[in-house]
């Protein structure tokens, strides 16, 4: 197929944007799907004898752009991937992160960030299987924008990772699973993409809930957007002593770029003159 072939229509477009996600279905195959499982289980089982078990972590996540993980490290230029962002961001996005997770629990209600001045989108994939009562990802539509993104934090419904449960479920009796959503029940090879700014979640958890993500920023256009870029970099050492987040999110060996990809290149310069590489790699 060629790159025009995943290009989003207008209509996908303009559902993204009303609804703040959408989804993709069957967008890699059985056998790419395979080999990102074999990828990510060799990565998973070397970063457990690489850790401390005791070591007091949300849940096992690292970055993709490594030569351990050339085949995932790819899909970030891979039409597939980068084409869309491109289309509901701008030509000039770059991608921020690229990290595979491995989860244990449940996760509850909660956006990305709340600044409505940054533009960002999230790419996931599941590596398994997924349905209502086993890990599937729920996202609330429209609450990417305001004022209904702003009155889910009023009413308390966000909450942190963990058992924990937010204000409204304690004080309402209502569980996260009675929240009205979309729920992205999916299949391996399935991606779905959201606004940073999208409330979502997920539950029926369970140990090694395997999903690869890929997020992409827009270009800062404004002055707020760009000081809104500067403290995402700011929090950077507090968002990685947060999730434990192992190994770099750049590596050397993408940064060398080798076959001189000139999308690469100009990624990495929007990474380094932002300050991502240092604040990761540090």
């Not at 080999?35 to 005791?54: H, K, V, Y």
């Not at 990305?112 to 999230?122: E, G, N, Q």
């Not at 299987?129 to 889910?152: C, F, M, Q, W, Y």
Request: charged share 25%; glycine share 6%; hydrophobic share 35%.
């Amino acid at each position: 197929m060629t790159q025009e072939d995943y290009r989003l229509t207008e209509e996908q477009i303009q559902l993204f944007e009303v609804f703040g996600f959408l989804v993709r279905r069957n967008l890699f195959s059985p056998e790419e799907m395979n080999r990102i499982n074999e990828e990510f289980g060799r990565r998973l089982a070397s970063i457990l004898e690489e850790t401390d078990p005791e070591e007091n972590r949300l849940f096992n996540n690292w970055g993709n752009r490594t030569p351990e993980t050339p085949f995932i490290a790819s899909l970030l230029e891979d039409p597939r991937i980068y084409l869309p962002a491109e289309q509901l961001l701008d030509e000039e996005s770059f991608p921020v992160h690229s990290n595979a997770n491995s989860y244990e629990n449940s996760t509850n209600w909660h956006p990305d960030w709340s600044d409505p001045h940054l533009l960002a989108i999230k790419n996931v994939m599941y590596l398994q299987p997924t349905t209502a009562d086993r890990g599937a990802l729920r996202v609330i539509p429209g609450a990417h924008k305001n004022s209904l993104h702003d009155e889910l934090r009023r009413i308390g419904l966000g909450s942190t990772f963990g058992p924990k449960k937010a204000r409204i479920s304690e004080e309402s009796g209502l569980s996260g699973e009675d929240i009205p959503c979309y729920v992205f029940s999916s299949n391996p090879g399935d991606v779905i993409i959201f606004n940073q700014m999208t409330w979502h979640a997920a539950f029926g958890g369970y140990r090694d809930r395997r999903s690869c993500t890929f997020n992409f920023y827009g270009t800062p256009r404004t002055p707020e957007a760009a000081a809104s870029m500067r403290k995402v970099v700011e929090h950077i050492p507090d968002i990685k002593k947060y999730l434990g987040t192992v190994g770099l999110q750049y590596h050397p060996w993408w940064l060398e770029n080798p076959e001189k990809s000139p999308r690469r290149a100009r990624w990495i310069r929007c990474l380094e003159e932002w300050g991502f590489v240092d604040a990761y790699n540090s």
